[in-house]
């Protein structure tokens, strides 16, 4: 066995606290981290520092990461599983930081068979029951409060494929309805889909209207679940507005309500 997987399966309370500065450096000016409850902020806390005991932080790329970023990765990365529990987490322990935004190659292939090759910028990446990629100068923009989350969405990608299958369906508990789970996550994807392309229309007559969530979104199901944690998280009123059936769906997940 591994050191890492034996620190793994030790008691997520038996682990040395974050050191206090770092911790509340943390938390400073992130409505998520810093409106929280005592009781979930000491939860979040003994969280986030099995998370850093157990995760290897590998920079890349000439990236420099420093303890404060660690803990930043922490807090933010341990908020989805606040009330889901560590084991969520148990089949991956490498966390890549990269400086900034890098370039990924991507395909996509149209409803009409077309295969387009393109190379797309990404601020985070996971890879299957693999390491998560990150960017430092997007972690560090994260969680103010403005539906930005890098570390939530690559999270959220995580628990999306605890199931084998990354579809925008994690795990769900047997209190809920994945029938109903996966018709008011298509459902609202569509409608931003609509919302995406009416706006590129109206942009072109120089006329534009906010969206609810990130363009990110539009991508694809995957996407629009990451995304939707994000705002969640971190804007829940954007969402709880545009889409409530999502929002209270996303609240009984990582509540447990």
Known sequence: MGFLSFLRRKRVDSYEELHQELWETARARRPALSSLSEEDVAS?????????????FVPIGGAVLNEQDKATIAALSCLPI???GAV????????????????????????????????????????????????LHDVLESGYGDGYNVVVHEMAHK????????????????SMSRREWKA??????????????????????????RLPLDEYAAQSPEEFFAVACE?????PHRLKEAYPLVCSMLGAFFTGA
């Open 44 to 56: 979040l806390r003994r969280l986030s520092s099995w998370f850093i005991a157990t995760r290897e």
């Open 82 to 84: 606040l009330h889901l």
């Open 88 to 135: 969520w987490y148990d089949d991956w322990s490498t966390v890549l930081v990269a400086p900034d935004g890098f370039v990924h190659s991507m395909t996509e292939v149209n409803e009409a068979g077309v295969v387009t090759e393109y190379d797309d910028e990404l601020s985070g990446r996971v890879t299957e029951l693999g390491p998560v990629l990150l960017s």
């Open 159 to 174: 628990l999306d494929e605890r199931d084998g299958t990354l579809d925008g369906c994690p795990p769900l508990p047997r």
């Open 184 to 209: 008011a996550f298509s459902a609202a994807y569509a409608d931003f889909r609509g919302r995406v392309e009416h706006q590129a229309f109206r942009k072109r007559w120089n006329s534009s209207s």
């Open 231 to 235: 705002t969640f998280f971190d804007a």
